[in-house]
């Protein structure tokens, strides 16, 4: 089993909120929208950290993380790209690389707004952690939290960080 802590969007800021929670994490997943290369290097110093760059990404980060990120964890497939859509409103290139890959666990970011959907169509659970930075139009600071227990994703719990500003 795993206990896995989903972020996206701090763009440079890492929550003190945060950290807690990534103690009590096995790994840290980042949607993208990270901001800096140091922000990636506080969350290695306490816990194994999977990342993907998003849009606001600089050169750094786009050469040491990936756009897209499939790769299995227990027995469940996992797709991590940022900017993703959402059931019914995926971009083509998305829903082609969906289709593909057959995940059973689609994550993105990129929107700042926090959504745990099941898309029947495609048979996976999206989840969008919303955003855990300070920059943007959201108002308060999300993060999502959940276990990967063989094939199975339990005990999925979001987390409040307190207002944007």
Same mark, same amino acid.
């Given at each position: 089993?795993?206990?896995?802590? =989903?972020? &996206?969007?701090?763009?440079?800021?890492? !929550?003190?909120?945060?950290?807690?929670? +990534?103690?009590?994490?096995?790994?840290? *997943?980042?949607?993208?929208?990270?901001?800096?290369?140091? =922000?990636?290097? !506080? +969350? !290695?110093?306490?816990?194994?950290?999977?990342?993907? *760059?998003?849009?606001?990404d600089g050169a750094d980060l786009r050469s040491?993380? =990936?756009?897209? =990120? $499939?790769?299995?964890?227990?027995?469940?497939?996992?797709? $991590?790209?940022?900017?993703?859509?959402?059931?019914n409103k995926y971009p083509a290139k998305i #829903?082609?690389? /969906? +289709?593909?890959?057959?995940?059973? /666990?689609?994550?993105?970011? @990129? &929107?700042?707004?926090? #959504?745990?959907?099941?898309?029947?169509?495609?048979?996976?659970?999206? $989840?969008?952690?919303?955003?855990?930075?300070? @920059?943007?139009? @959201? @108002?308060? #600071?999300?993060?999502?939290?959940?276990? +990967?227990? #063989?094939?199975? $994703?339990?005990?999925?719990?979001?987390?409040?960080?307190?207002?944007?500003?």
């Amino acid at each position: 089993m795993k206990k896995i802590l =989903l972020i &996206s969007d701090t763009h440079g800021y890492l !929550e003190p909120k945060l950290i807690k929670h +990534i103690q009590q994490a096995d790994e840290v *997943w980042h949607a993208g929208d990270i901001g800096t290369l140091q =922000l990636c290097q !506080e +969350i !290695e110093k306490l816990k194994p950290l999977k990342a993907v *760059w998003g849009n606001i990404d600089g050169a750094d980060l786009r050469s040491t993380y =990936l756009e897209n =990120l $499939i790769f299995d964890c227990e027995n469940v497939n996992v797709f $991590i790209t940022h900017i993703g859509g959402y059931p019914n409103k995926y971009p083509a290139k998305i #829903k082609q690389l /969906l +289709i593909e890959h057959k995940p059973n /666990l689609f994550i993105c970011g @990129h &929107s700042h707004i926090l #959504k745990v959907m099941f898309d029947k169509e495609l048979n996976l659970l999206h $989840i969008n952690p919303g955003a855990a930075g300070v @920059h943007g139009f @959201h @108002h308060v #600071k999300t993060a999502v939290r959940f276990e +990967i227990d #063989k094939n199975e $994703i339990k005990n999925l719990a979001v987390i409040e960080l307190g207002k944007r500003a």
